[in-house]
Structure formats: structure tokens, C-alpha cells
């Protein structure tokens, strides 16, 4: 079980990744680091919240996960 501490996390370890592409991909199309970082961050804060919100809505689901046991030996 992902706990909400552990899904924002993950969410900004991802961004954080996420964030060094999209500058690098803005600045080869801009040639301008100040453009290329304000879009970086304006996408990164966009979406940080996007995929917390999509990774609580996954933990919900059951699609894919295995039942868990009541007890173990």
C-alpha cells in the first residue's frame, strides 16, 4: 500500500526527471534558457499534481494487483 507521502514522492522524484527533458526539448525549439525554463516549471507544477492525482486514483483500482494475505508464517 503507497502511502499519500510516498505517491508525492514519487510524483516529484518523476517531475524533477520530467522537468530536465522538457527544458532541454524548449530550449532546442527556443535557443532561450530563461523561455525554456519558464516552461519547464509551468509544466512541472501543472503536472506534478496531475500525476498524484492519477497515482491515488491507480492505488483504487484493482486491476492488476495480487490479493494480499490476512496473515503470513
Known amino acids: 500500500m503507497d502511502s499519500h507521502r510516498r505517491s508525492f514522492a514519487k510524483a516529484f522524484s518523476w517531475r524533477l526527471v ?7 526539448v524548449a530550449y ?3 535557443g532561450e534558457t530563461h523561455a525554456a525554463a519558464g516552461i519547464g516549471l509551468v509544466d512541472s507544477v501543472i503536472k506534478i499534481f496531475a500525476y498524484y492525482g492519477h497515482e491515488r486514483i491507480w492505488f483504487r483500482i484493482p486491476f492488476g494487483k495480487s490479493e494480499s494475505l490476512e496473515y503470513e508464517i
Open 18 to 24: 520530467a522537468f530536465v527533458i522538457t527544458f532541454t
Open 28 to 30: 532546442m525549439v527556443t
